[in-house]
């Protein structure tokens, strides 16, 4: 069973901190996502990354920045927390040669800015 | 235009009924189609693919029409076990990695 993992599952920080959300996966997958979602405005990708070190923007990257020194992890960071990404973030990990691109989600770190 | 929209629902039906949700995209470029399901404070997982010919899985089909650039998926004798945020994605390559787009979701509430 593929296992994606994420370091929190609740996180509350103040506003201007710096914030480091972990994701690890098992399978070996070279595609790696960060979403968060909000009510009403449903999955929106961050960032992603289909390499080691290598990485993309996504639609919504403001106020975010991402690392991917090994494989298996793949790192979110905010380096100012605002109030503005309150949200649940939820990492992904997908195999670009797997059966229709699937991607397998961690449980999600619920991140509150106060 | 959000380049996927779901009607949000919630859809309230009965056991056993059959219910179907709806989605539309808006990249006409868009290569492939899937519905993963949500649960309640849980992450999203693949339910099934959507194939041009239609494809059927169990209790579920899910339809794609490219012309009208519509996606469908029809539950047929809904379970209890079937309430959940049923999500509408469409794939986008971009050439490195393959890039999904969710809706927000359709909520599906089955009642004894």
């Known amino acids: 069973d593929v296992k994606v993992t994420q370091s929190s599952r609740y996180l509350v920080k103040r506003t201007g901190e710096k914030v480091f959300l972990e994701c690890v996966q098992d399978m070996d997958h070279e595609n790696m996502f960060w979403y968060r979602q909000d009510p009403g405005l449903g999955l929106r990708l961050i960032y992603f990354?289909?390499?080691?070190?290598?990485?993309e923007k996504g639609d919504i990257p403001e106020g975010y920045s991402v690392s991917r020194e090994k494989k298996e992890r793949f790192s979110l960071i905010l380096e100012s927390a605002s109030t503005n990404q309150t949200s649940m973030y939820l990492c992904?990990?997908?195999?670009?040669?797997?059966?229709?691109?699937?991607?397998?989600f961690g449980p999600g770190t619920r991140l509150t800015v106060t | 235009r959000k380049e996927v929209e779901q009607d949000p629902g919630p859809f309230n039906v009965p056991e056993g009924a059959t219910v179907a949700f709806n989605c539309t995209y808006s990249n006409s470029a868009s290569q492939s189609f899937f519905w993963y399901r949500q649960d309640c404070r849980k992450e999203p997982k693949l339910l099934m693919s959507?194939?041009?010919s239609g494809n059927e899985d169990g209790r579920f089909t899910a339809q794609l029409n490219r012309a009208s650039q519509y996606i469908s998926l029809l539950i047929r004798d809904s379970k209890l076990s079937d309430s959940a945020t049923y999500l509408c994605v469409v794939n986008s390559n971009t050439g490195t990695a393959s890039k999904l787009t969710f809706g927000t979701g359709t909520r599906l509430q089955v009642t004894l």
């Open positions: 990354s289909y390499d080691v070190k290598m990485k």
């Open positions: 959507v194939y041009s």
């Open positions: 992904a990990s997908s195999n670009p040669t797997g059966v229709d691109h699937e991607q397998y």
